[in-house]
């Protein structure tokens, strides 16, 4: 084996012909220099003969003059440099060496391998010597070994751009198979008309993050509510607090799916507005969040009343806890018509078989007692108090048992009341009985007597004192009901995360006590419930969602002791979410009222107006009847004339839908009809001035829901390198770590064309949006757009990469985006992911002041 010693004395690696054969073929034709520079430079030369040569032709080509064996020996003779590369005779017999200029880059291939080879020995030199020396600290050795090494691989990053006009042709075949089936702003533009102003573009060397602002004023009021896996109900600021939580998305078969967020964005104060809905639902948010509607995601500045936007039709979300369906009935009966203040709770209602369940329930909850109360014209009362005597029984059998414990033990009362730092009278009143300790010494006399608290006292301490409140006021209060008043009341989070079957039984009772079951004089079936409480009534208007009764909220005034009182009414009225709620809830008192809802129902034909798909869905079913005449297409479905269709002027059932996607053989109509979606009326949009928002960054799909509206989150990164390349001709470089060229290819083409993602994804175009994508992809191709998708890029084949591109002259590259930067890597190790970040960030500012 040879020793450093002898390896140092041999010959480097170097091919001498082969630099004169790259240097001549230049001289032969000036166009191969550019080929050369993506592979070598001066420095790569190993002859430095060869080195002055090559950087005098650079400096001719910067000169956009020809670089000939005149021109050459001037700019060398005007350097005193062409005696030193053996005069105007050598350059002559360069070009004279080498036939033809056509094999260049792979000569030029072999100088680079060389000198890679050369700065490989190099490298390993020093990191040898470091090493022998062995001096300093060894991490900060070993990080300038690692620095060596990636200097020498940096330069042997293969380009992996690919030009957009090369995506968008397979962009336009993937959506025609689909179908088948003074000047302000002197830096880069970024096409937002306040940031311009204020930045006057993105000026040279700039770096900016845009970190933790995906979403950039596309947000959420911070109390919108949204419905985790686990059945829960949070607020976005909750969610973007904790940062955590698996969500409703819209998928793009028109289906709900649970997703987890990419990002939680605080987004400060910004103004809002109030979105309200014919179903009573209500969420606000910024003027430019999207809503979804039937031609596609709209901002809410383009929504106007009367619009229909998405709303979920079912929220099939159960939790996995239970309570049992005693409590769940007893919660039901408490909120509907109890009374949750005072000495004790109350409840009051005129129908003695709710009366005798909730006694029922209340004796199978443990330790209570209900005694009815009947004052002179008013319905019945039962009041819940402790039952004294089971509390009693409680002490006894905790007393029992740490009498038995104690002998068992072999330690002495006295010793037991040293080691709790209590009275030998004090263990003595627990063993009869008498009294009970407070927790703190309750927990140390399980550990001493090694006993388990559940084993003789379930319900805790003061659930057997003699003062001790009673077991259903302890349990209201600590779901935060207790003390509250009928406008005050709301349902617990517990509920939410419930089984459904708790879930169910809970709203039957709640219905059970103000619901009602009726057949209007007109006919009309409904169900229904009231509350002062606008909270309750939302809420029981979401929890129905969850078993696909679609409902509708509105505001009542009611007379109440002389006075006005606002109530607020929860209806049923669509025939199929009656019948799903008598089928899976019901309302037990009133089973009669039911079945004569019922009979109603089977002696009228379903209609609807309410649960319609949009106008607007008549350009997809022009699309999809190929030409067919709309006679042609009524007669096939049994509906006669032309005109009995309605063409464009009346909004369809989902039935009716279902048929002619059955009938035209069209799967996209056929989504639409089936989908989780209702399309619920906008009725008003009202300013609600600044309020604290927050989004959240939703991959693939990009929406989610809110407040049981579809809501969705955009791109703005994108935006801004659009605008750059397509309106001020500036190149963009984009490096996509998450999502592939062909996805962001084909977004882009959306985005420019302003045809919704959804529809080219399923198919869903009109005639009308085909021409568009075609103009639009004829735009984009010609644009200096150019994307990178390599995953988990580090930031050394980012700056070898952006370094070529920019060396391009025809790239014209003035911005480069990354998407985005917490899925980059850094070529050296950290002790955290923000020290990794904060090392990321300086070196793409580094990169930015370099090119």
Request: glycine share 8%; hydrophobic share 45%.
């Amino acid at each position: 084996m040879a020793t450093i010693d002898e390896s140092l004395r041999r010959v480097p690696p170097q091919s001498l012909e082969a630099e004169e054969a790259v240097l001549g073929g230049i001289l032969l034709d000036n166009a191969a220099l550019d080929r050369v520079t993506e592979l070598v430079q001066a420095d790569d030369f190993y002859r430095e003969a060869h080195r002055k040569v090559f950087r005098a032709m650079l400096d001719l080509s910067a000169r956009n003059e020809p670089a000939d064996l005149i021109t050459l020996a001037e700019v060398l003779k005007a350097r005193s440099e062409l005696a030193d590369v053996g005069g105007s005779a050598y350059l002559a017999e360069l070009a004279e060496r080498v036939p033809t200029a056509a094999h260049v880059a792979q000569y030029a291939r072999i100088v680079r391998d060389k000198s890679i080879l050369r700065g490989l020995i190099g490298a390993a030199t020093q990191i040898a010597m470091h090493g022998y020396e062995g001096g300093g600290d060894v991490a900060e050795l070993l990080d300038h070994a690692e620095q060596l090494i990636f200097g020498i691989s940096d330069r042997k990053v293969k380009p992996e751009f690919v030009r957009i006009s090369d995506l968008l042709v397979e962009s336009l075949k993937t959506i025609e198979r689909l179908y088948e089936q003074k000047q302000a702003v002197t830096g880069v533009p970024s096409g937002f008309h306040d940031l311009d102003n204020l930045t006057a573009g993105f000026q040279p060397s700039d770096l900016v993050i845009v970190a933790g602002r995906p979403s950039m004023g596309k947000c959420l009021a911070a109390d919108a509510e949204i419905v985790l896996s686990d059945g829960s109900v949070r607020t976005i600021e909750e969610i973007v607090r904790s940062r955590s939580g698996r969500l409703l998305t819209l998928t793009d078969r028109w289906k709900f799916a649970m997703v987890s967020p990419a990002a939680f964005v605080d987004d400060g104060l910004k103004p809002v507005f109030e979105v309200r809905t014919r179903l009573g639902r209500k969420v606000r948010t910024t003027v430019t969040h999207p809503f979804l509607t039937i031609e596609g995601w709209r901002p809410l500045a383009e929504v106007r009343p009367g619009d229909h936007v998405a709303v979920p039709r079912r929220i099939d979300v159960f939790g996995e806890r239970s309570i049992g369906v005693e409590r769940a009935k007893l919660l039901g009966y408490l909120l509907g018509d109890g009374t949750l203040t005072g000495a004790c709770p109350r409840f009051t209602n005129s129908d003695p078989r709710l009366r005798a369940e909730f006694r029922e329930a209340v004796g199978r909850f443990g330790g209570l007692t209900a005694r009815e109360d009947v004052a002179d014209g008013r319905a019945p009362s039962l009041r819940v108090s402790a039952d004294r005597s089971a509390i009693a029984a409680g002490r006894v059998a905790f007393g029992r048992i740490v009498k038995q414990s104690l002998a068992a033990s072999g330690t002495s009362a006295r010793q037991l009341a040293v080691e709790l730092d209590v009275t030998p009278a004090s263990i003595t009143h627990w063993c009869q009985g008498r009294t009970v300790p407070g927790r703190a010494v309750f927990d140390g006399l399980c550990a001493a007597l090694d006993l388990r608290a559940q084993d003789i006292a379930p319900a805790g301490p003061s659930s057997i004192r003699k003062s001790a409140r009673n077991g259903l006021t302890r349990w209201l209060t600590s779901l935060g009901l207790w003390g509250k008043t009928a406008r005050e009341k709301f349902v617990p989070d517990l509920v939410f995360t419930l089984v459904a079957d708790e879930v169910a039984c809970f709203l039957n009772r709640l219905f059970a006590t103000d619901g009602w079951a009726t057949v209007l004089a007109s006919r009309q079936a409904q169900l229904g419930f009231c509350s002062t409480s606008e909270r309750l009534a939302r809420q029981v208007q979401h929890l129905l969602l969850r078993f696909g009764v679609i409902a509708s909220l509105r505001e009542r005034r009611v007379r109440y002791r002389g006075g006005i009182r606002l109530a607020f009414q929860v209806d049923i009225t669509d025939a199929e979410s009656i019948r799903t709620f008598i089928d899976k809830i019901g309302i037990y008192g009133k089973e009669a009222a039911l079945k004569r809802v019922q009979a109603a129902l089977r002696a009228k034909q379903y209609r609807t107006n309410r649960d319609l798909i949009p106008v607007g869905v008549w350009q997809q079913i022009d699309a999809a009847r190929q030409g067919a005449s709309w006679r042609s297409v009524g007669t096939r479905m049994g509906i006669g004339d032309a005109s009995n269709l309605h063409v464009g002027r009346r909004a369809l059932s989902r039935r009716r839908l279902g048929a002619m996607a059955e009938d035209l053989g069209d799967q996209r109509l056929q989504v639409i009809a089936i989908s989780d979606v209702y399309w619920d009326e906008v009725v008003s949009i009202e300013p609600m001035g600044e309020r604290q928002v927050y989004d959240l960054t939703i991959p693939e799909t990009h929406n989610f829901v809110a407040n049981d509206v579809c809501v969705h989150n955009t791109a703005l990164c994108l935006n801004i390198a659009e605008h750059a390349a397509l309106r001020a001709d500036v190149g963009v470089a984009v490096f996509s770590l998450e999502m592939s060229k062909e996805q962001l290819a084909l977004r882009m083409l959306c985005s420019e064309s302003r045809v919704d993602l959804k529809r080219v994804r399923t198919g869903h175009l009109s005639d009308r949006e085909f021409p568009k994508l075609a103009m639009a992809a004829g735009r984009l191709a010609d644009a200096p757009i150019f994307i990178d998708d390599t995953p988990a890029l580090s930031i050394l084949e980012l700056r070898a990469k952006a370094r070529r591109l920019k060396r391009d002259p025809s790239t014209k590259l003035g911005l480069i985006i990354v998407d985005y930067l917490q899925l980059m890597r850094s070529t050296e190790g950290k002790d955290s992911r923000e020290q990794e970040i904060s090392e990321i960030s300086r070196s793409l500012k580094a990169l930015a002041k370099e090119l």
